[in-house]
């Protein structure tokens, strides 16, 4: 078992096998958390480099004792931080697009439906977006797209009209005001799955996380060396989808481009042809590894 207390990185030994390929490179971790990929890709190296990113301050605390360069900030500025550092190209980059233990256990952050606190479910603290925000003031639309598109809700029409009739009564601040209003619209029996699709939704909506994924793939391919590996484990199936159509067919929108010879354009070759999931042993310990998918390329 895995001895973090802040997270228990998803498939460590498989992501990091398969991101070095030179003790001495250059790698770059974009969601550092508590640091379990972190200290693991250190120990690989001999002579190479670490840059770390983690846009949540309470993960500066556990980088005390490693030999890495932190970044407090969000991975869609990946270039604009490596070049501040002089760093053009890199050998491996990896990202685990979860979130952390440690943001679902903290209380006061909103991110668990099992803990009652205010709206929050910022990774950066600093953003001045919140769920209740969204909760309160989008749209009826806005709010049946989000629910729709990022938790995969099966009634999100229902959900978004319940959502505005009960905020015209009171506004709905804390995780148990949105409980009440949602279990009424879940399944017999599937309550905590329809409220995590519910919450995720609003995560995701909250720290713009799909676009923050596009850019920092896009700048991905362009700083990684060739034969450079890129590193992704991913929850959520459009996230996957994303990463699955870069490596794939060469672009996000996973259309085919072809040159003049009738060759696919793309910058990137599946290490393996399938994702790789978490064993089932790894599951019996990590229950929130089981919707992983990590998805490992070269660059060409």
């Known amino acids: 078992m895995c001895p973090c207390t802040y997270h228990h990185p998803v498939m460590l030994r498989e992501s990091i096998d398969g991101l070095i390929t030179s003790k001495s490179g250059t790698y770059v971790d974009l969601t550092f958390g508590g640091g379990g990929h972190a200290r693991e890709i250190l120990n690989r190296l001999a002579g190479g480099r670490l840059i770390a990113f983690d846009q949540d301050a309470d993960a500066r605390k556990n980088t005390e004792g490693l030999d890495l360069i932190f970044i407090e900030a969000n991975f869609r500025h990946l270039k604009r931080y490596l070049k501040m550092y002089g760093i053009t190209a890199v050998d491996g980059i990896i990202a685990d697009l979860g979130v952390s233990s440690h943001q679902f256990d903290a209380a006061g952050r909103g991110f668990s ?6 709206l929050d479910m910022r990774m950066n603290q600093r953003s001045s977006r919140t769920a209740r925000q969204i909760v309160n003031e989008y749209s009826e639309h806005d709010l049946h797209r989000i629910f729709g598109m990022y938790g995969e809700v099966r009634n999100a029409r229902t959900l978004a009209h319940a959502i505005v009739a009960a905020r015209v009564a009171q506004p709905i601040r804390t995780v148990k005001d949105l409980k009440e209003v949602a279990v ?11 409220l995590a699709q519910v919450f995720q939704a609003l995560r995701i909506e909250v720290n713009e996380e799909i676009d923050a994924l596009k850019e920092m793939l896009q700048q991905a391919v362009e700083v990684l060396k060739s034969g450079g590996r890129l590193v992704m484990i991913s929850y959520h199936s459009l996230e996957d989808r994303l990463v699955k159509n870069l490596i794939m067919k060469g672009n996000m929108e996973g259309e085919v481009e072809k040159d003049f010879y009738g060759n696919m354009i793309r910058p990137l070759q599946a290490v393996h042809k399938k994702p790789i999931q978490p064993t089932a042993e790894e599951l019996s310990w990590n229950s929130r590894a089981r919707s992983a998918k990590l998805r490992i390329a070269e660059k060409l």
């Open 113 to 118: 439906t099992r803990l009652d606190a205010e």
């Open 184 to 194: 009424k619209f879940a399944l017999k029996g599937k309550e905590n799955k329809y």
